[in-house]
């Protein structure tokens, strides 16, 4: 069975405080993982996908980055609009051919103040 | 190009009442995903559907839930004769291949 588990489960940063968020996987065969970001009351916005060891991707204060049991969410001088839970999910490869299932972890609450 | 579209946004059902979640998926995407997030809990997989076809149930409940795509309109979650362990929040996702897209979600209280 796919798992994916997400620490810390909250973080409190100071804008401009760098730090990462941690997602380790176990998938029988990895097709991609993603990271996602939730605000309050609203659905999962789409971040990053990787889909092989080394792969790093970024995105304005964001880059994730892959290794073959986790991943990193890396967030450079944050700023409070940052504020929200991100997510990791894995994709495993499917033998029917057709994209599947996205398995989700708990998340990381981040809050970051002035 | 609009995103996903999910009504209602809210809903409450009394216990033993139908309750319907509709999900438009976006424009050229024929894949269709049902999660379901419990208070303090992640997102869980519930079915994957293509137009007309149910891929993959098997997170979805034996009893009581259904789903479809039909080949006009958009996707439908049903749940029958719901219980108050059934409020939580229901997100559906397009995709057109890996990438899935969600939306806003309806948000499911049960009296």
């Known amino acids: 069975e796919d798992q994916v588990t997400q620490s810390p489960e909250a973080l409190r940063l100071q804008e401009g405080e760098s730090s990462s968020l941690n997602c380790s996987y176990t998938?029988?065969?990895?097709?991609?993982l993603f990271w996602y970001r939730q605000d309050p009351g609203k659905g999962p916005e789409f971040l990053f996908t990787?889909?092989?060891a080394g792969e790093e991707k970024e995105k304005e204060r964001l880059k994730a980055t892959l290794t073959k049991k986790e991943s990193f969410l890396h967030i450079t001088a944050p700023k409070p609009e940052d504020s929200a839970t991100y997510l990791c999910?894995?994709?495993?490869?499917?033998?029917?051919?057709?994209?599947?299932?996205?398995?989700f972890g708990t998340g990381t609450r981040l809050q970051v103040t002035l | 190009n609009a995103g996903v579209m999910q009504n209602p946004r809210h809903l409450v059902r009394r216990r033993g009442q139908e309750a319907r979640l509709r999900c438009s998926p976006m424009?050229?995407?024929?894949?269709v995903y049902w999660y379901r997030q419990l208070p303090e809990e992640g997102l869980k997989f519930m079915v994957y559907?293509?137009?007309?076809?149910?891929?993959?149930e098997s997170g979805m409940p034996k009893e009581r839930f259904s789903a479809e795509f039909p080949k006009e309109g958009p996707s439908i979650l049903r749940i029958q004769q719901v219980v108050r362990g059934d409020s939580a929040a229901y997100f559906c996702?397009?995709?057109?291949?890996?990438?899935?897209?969600f939306g806003p979600g309806t948000r499911l209280l049960v009296l």
């Open positions: 996702a397009s995709s057109p291949t890996g990438t899935q897209y």
């Open positions: 998938v029988s065969g990895l097709r991609g």
């Open positions: 990787l889909y092989s």
């Open positions: 999910a894995v994709q495993a490869v499917a033998n029917t051919g057709t994209a599947s299932k996205l398995t």
């Open positions: 424009k050229g995407h024929s894949h």
């Open positions: 559907l293509q137009k007309e076809n149910i891929i993959d």
